[in-house]
């Protein structure tokens, strides 16, 4: 991770983009490596054979190591003791820190905070057996993120409000977790693309439905908006196991065509060239983030709310041109100001020249 919380994969600015899947299967492996994503997470961690199948399709994988705790409930049960954890860890290391398809650990999910003592010392257990590769643990405790800064080289928080909960959950839990770690940490988040009903039963479950295509994109970009210079969605089993009320091919078109949208403008997001500060006033709801690449300023503004709302945006910079990437162009108000009127949950990427 470099100065600007960027994952470097020999030596390049790399944006993980992926997905959680159960384990690691050629047939929907074929489906994936055709879609825009570069990475995914499994948690049944990959065999060799499994590896090297990610790496021949060029994907990237986040290893998860993270049920290796005694007495936990995924925990394998030849995993009694901590010396058991240790022996297991030391094995998984020395058999995948050198495969070139591997690009972090994953080392918690979710575990709680009363365990923090025997977290930071997995994380020091890790930099000590592999100090190329980065952390990542992923919390819904967004709120506690900075006691567990000792456990963790890249954080995430996984928000799933839909649809009981506002999709501006998205950016409150990222700025929260950007704030909690005071901008110092990568930041990988988990934002939602399955339908709980997957999880529940009887009238819960009809009462569930998936994210649409809308708020799916939303979200996407209101963790990137807040921060986020990766996104692992939640999840692509689960596109599967609901195929009977929605058809997977339809799920994964929506899926693909949201992430395909952010994969497009990944090199932006890489680009740390000094770029021009916003200042936002109106609703609360909109986030902002700002980069440059060459004589080019891009501004992502998102509206979080499920109504339509106003905001204007300052920039510190004159700029001459506007042109919209995607969404609804603002109204230019003078030399550096722009002024949107956004649909509800729409995000907007402009590009302003000279």
Not at 71 to 79: D, L, M, N, Y
Request: charged residues 25%.
């Amino acid at each position: 991770i470099d100065a600007h919380r960027r994952l470097l994969v020999d030596g390049q600015p790399f944006f993980p983009l992926g997905m959680y899947w159960s384990g690691v299967r050629e047939p929907e492996l074929e489906t994936y490596a055709k879609g825009p994503f570069n990475c995914l997470m499994p948690y049944g961690s990959p065999n060799a054979q499994q590896m090297d199948m990610c790496h021949a399709r060029g994907l990237k994988v986040i290893y998860s190591i993270k049920d290796y705790y005694a007495g936990t409930r995924w925990a394998p049960k030849h995993i009694k003791t901590e010396a058991d954890e240790t022996a297991e860890i030391e094995k998984r290391v020395a058999l995948y820190r050198d495969h070139p398809a591997l690009l972090a650990w994953y080392i918690n999910d979710e575990l709680p905070l009363t365990m923090v003592e025997r977290l930071a010392a997995r994380q020091r257990l890790m930099e000590r057996l592999d100090p190329d590769h980065p952390t990542w643990v992923v919390l819904y405790q967004y709120t506690q993120v900075r006691a567990y800064l000792s456990t963790f080289d890249v954080i995430g928080t996984d928000p799933y409000p839909i649809p009981g909960k506002p999709a501006g959950m998205a950016l409150e839990w990222t700025r929260v977790t950007r704030d909690q770690t005071y901008g110092t940490r990568a930041l990988w988040q988990v934002p939602q693309v399955f339908n709980w009903a997957a999880y529940k039963q009887g009238e819960e479950r009809e009462k569930s439905r998936a994210p649409t295509l809308l708020e799916m994109r939303s979200m996407a970009w209101q963790c990137i908006a807040a921060g986020a210079n990766g996104l692992v969605f939640y999840s692509f089993f689960d596109l599967f196991k609901m195929k009977a009320n929605e058809p997977f091919e339809t799920r994964w078109a929506e899926v693909c065509a949201m992430a395909e949208e952010i994969r497009r403008h990944i090199p932006v997001m890489l680009s740390v060239e000094p770029a021009p500060a916003a200042t936002c006033a109106g609703a609360p709801a909109v986030e902002t983030r700002v980069w440059r690449v060459g004589d080019d300023v891009y501004l992502l503004a998102v509206n979080s709310a499920p109504e339509e709302v106003r905001a204007t945006v300052r920039l510190g910079t004159v700029f001459g041109t506007v042109e919209a990437e995607f969404g609804t162009p603002p109204a230019r108000e003078g030399a550096s100001v722009l002024a949107y009127r956004f649909a509800p949950l729409e995000p907007v990427l402009v590009r302003l020249g000279k």
